[in-house]
């Protein structure tokens, strides 16, 4: 597709269980990011990829959150033993190389609720 | 003191007015800078990038930076309705991560 794709859009889901979370980046995108908006907060980065390596996993917030990157396309997004205060929407970027100058396009989110 | 500063707002002006929003950030090594808009419930859009000191115009959108003063300013003239949004400020960080404030709430009323 054109855009940055993710998927599903919601998940509702009850505490302690895993959840996964996809993202399809812009064809050709070599950078991607994981982000998470919680309401009323900014925008909280989680991790970075540059093709299927993280050189950056600086923003998971526990060792529940995992992602990883297959033939420098699709990530997901694991969180294992889900906690209400996961609950959140999870963005994910990408851009052409992650270069300094060069835009992060958004997908639509995910909007997760741990019930 | 957070990386990325805004005024949460809301900000209300009228419809044709000139909204100014602002934004400080912590990091005097930051070079790279952008105002993303969030309609609610939608996903962040890409409005300006700025990288060097002064002023950069694109339509009805100005976006100003002042690196000495670590600020960055985004002006938005003839202020429609369907500007009203939430505004972000980030800039980069390490690994090229966006920073983001928490964002200005702009409202644009008829």
């Known amino acids: 597709g054109a855009g940055v794709s993710q998927s599903p859009s919601n998940k509702v889901t009850e505490k302690g269980k895993d959840v996964e979370l996809r993202c399809d980046p812009i064809?050709?995108?070599?950078?991607l990011y994981w982000y998470r908006q919680s309401l009323g907060q900014g925008l909280e980065f989680l991790i970075y990829f540059q093709g299927n390596s993280a050189p950056d996993k600086s923003g998971l917030p526990s060792d529940r959150f995992s992602a990883e990157r297959t033939g420098g396309s699709v990530s997901t997004l694991t969180i294992q033993r889900t906690q209400q205060e996961d609950s959140a929407v999870y963005l994910c970027?990408?851009?052409?190389?992650?270069?300094?100058?060069?835009?992060?396009?958004f997908g639509d989110g995910t909007r997760l609720s741990i019930l | 003191q957070k990386e990325v500063e805004q005024n949460s707002g809301p900000l209300s002006v009228p419809e044709g007015a000139i909204a100014s929003l602002n934004c400080t950030y912590s990091?005097?090594?930051?070079?790279?800078f952008f105002w993303y808009r969030q309609y609610s419930g939608k996903s962040p859009e890409l409005i300006m990038s700025?990288?060097?000191?002064g002023d950069k115009e694109d339509g009805r959108f100005t976006a100003q930076l002042n690196k000495a003063s670590q600020y960055v300013s985004l002006l938005i003239r003839d202020s429609q309705p369907s500007d009203s949004a939430t505004y972000l400020c980030?800039?980069?960080?390490?690994?090229?991560?966006?920073?983001f404030g928490t964002g200005t709430r702009l409202l644009v009323s008829p």
């Open positions: 700025i990288y060097s000191n």
């Open positions: 980030a800039l980069r960080g390490g690994f090229q991560k966006l920073v």
């Open positions: 970027a990408s851009s052409p190389q992650g270069l300094s100058n060069q835009p992060q396009h």
């Open positions: 064809s050709g995108h070599t950078a």
């Open positions: 990091d005097r090594g930051s070079q790279s």
